[in-house]
């Protein structure tokens, strides 16, 4: 490789962006990766386990964090954002805005700054169903692995308690944001996704019924690190649900809201459904459907949902979803393959909301859904979920194939 070519910048530290990241450097190019979270691993790390193995995030995600420590040609950079590019394919110029970093490199992930930060902040990890501290560790597998703190809670030096117990000195609480501005051949659009905002589908209900959440808040409820530890509990009365009623297309093919299929949606509520029924096999559950598209290896977990008594699959959009006096929820729905009406009280709902995608205020081309078009100025490269909705292994195949366009 042509040592004086100009690294790629790859914007998106999502399994995408990591692939694409580490393809490139293992060939012997630089590679610029950024994240605007504080950690890497994207929308998978925050999975209970992922199809189609069903293996937990840290699987697949690991090796990548092991590759990137290994590589001296990936630089990364998160908690950073880019603000501008300008330039042409082999010579761009990017300007990278890093927010403050009042915890340095060098924090050796003690937790005592936590344990002495007296200011609590909602966990966005777990959608705001828990809080951890100001001065937080992300997860437990957050790489890289150090401690955070979030200036929105933070009390700074007037309080100062988390400095004086740190005895490592790597927290700088007048830290400021970085400007970088850095010259690349290339970049990767690798930013994914974010799930479709279930508070605009007023028939579902979603905003004043707290049994009923979504399927991206499922995977915290459900994961062992998450709100439940490996329990399913209603927000209402942390009771187990013995009924639970999944609801496909929850906004999607609408032209209300998102027109587009999800494409992993049905996929995820199988595998959703299966992890209930390992948990709690007497559980029992529905699932309301228009179509089920499952792809490829998945087609596994439709035939093992169908073989399964307790899972009835009901062909039928939900139209409606009401609150009882007991937070139960009444779903109604017309069952296409019957022509009956159905009412079903279930003690819990995952709405299958879908993806859209994340917001890039760069001036690139889109589709009228707001994905990346394929076609951009030369050399700008978008890639997985950022220009489609698409499954891990699809993503990894997709990066995988931007990577070699990124250095060409
Ligand atoms: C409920 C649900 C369950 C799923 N389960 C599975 C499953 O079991 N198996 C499977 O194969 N697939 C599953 N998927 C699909 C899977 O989540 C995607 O395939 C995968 O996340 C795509 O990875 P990505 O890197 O493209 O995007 P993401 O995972 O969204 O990563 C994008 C990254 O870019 C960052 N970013 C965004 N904007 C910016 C910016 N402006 N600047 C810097 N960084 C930015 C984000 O913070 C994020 O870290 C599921 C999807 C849903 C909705």
Redesign the pocket.
Known sequence: MNKTQKPVLV???????ITTAVEIAEVGKEVIL????PYL????VK?NN??PKLCPPTCGLEINFRRIKQNPGINYFTS???VEIAGEKGNFKAKLKTEPLYIKNNCTACGKCAEVCPEERPNDFNYGFTKNKAAYLPHEMAFPYKYFIDDEYCKKESCNKCVEVCNYDAIDLNAKEEIREIEVSSVVI????K?YDASKIDNLNYSTSKNIIT??EF?RFIASNGIGENKLLRLSDKNEPKKIAFVQCAGSRDENHLPYCSA??CS?SL?HALTIQELYPKSEIKIFYIDLRVAGRNEDFLVKVQNNKNIELIKGKVGKITETENNNLILEAEDILSGKKIKYEADMVVLATG?VP???NLNLEKDKNQFMLDIQTEGIIPV???RKP????S?VKDATAAALKAIQ
């Open positions: 914007i998106g530290g999502g399994i995408s962006g950024i994240e605007k979270e691993g994207g929308n998978v999975f992922y199809f950073t954002e880019v690798a930013t994914g996704w799930n399927n991206v995977e992993v949606c995820a595998k993806i994340s917001n890039l997985a979920c950022s698409m499954d891990v292994s993503s």
